[in-house]
């Protein structure tokens, strides 16, 4: 079983019904494919970076969980079919150093400056 970490943003203008319909059949593909959530996070609704679907915002859901290789496959052609997810994006989470979304993000990342001799 190998940790998967996925986040997916749903059409804004759903109504709540049907989002948590569509977070639901999610949930229930993980499950039936023998994979286990590890925690669901709602974000709720934000401004995307940019217009997706000529929407400027969109509903985001953070997902981690675990499961075989084939449950990622089966899990991105449902995302590809459901009208309800404008966006999505799936990575491996590595067992040698697990990913905390405590940790802060540095703002500015220090330039690397190489002096020149004349």
Same mark, same amino acid.
């Given at each position: 079983? /190998?940790?998967?970490? &996925? ?17 639901e059949k999610i949930k ?5 494919? %023998? ?10 609704? /934000? ?30 052609? %449902? ?12 990575? /491996? ?8 979304? &405590? ?12 002096e020149e001799s004349e």
């Amino acid at each position: 079983m /190998r940790n998967y970490e &996925t986040i997916f943003i749903l059409d804004p203008d759903l109504e709540e019904t049907v989002a948590q319909s569509a977070i639901e059949k999610i949930k229930g593909i993980i499950t039936q494919s %023998n994979g286990e959530i590890l925690k669901l996070e709602d974000w709720g609704k /934000r401004k995307l970076a940019y217009e997706v679907r000529k929407k400027s915002k969109g509903h985001y859901i953070l997902l981690h969980f675990s499961g075989p290789p084939t449950l990622l496959s089966e899990l991105e052609r %449902n995302f590809r079919v459901m009208d309800a997810v404008i966006k999505f994006q799936s990575v /491996r989470l590595d067992d040698k150093s697990p990913v905390t979304s &405590t940790e802060p993000i540095p703002d500015d990342q220090p330039e690397e400056t190489s002096e020149e001799s004349e």
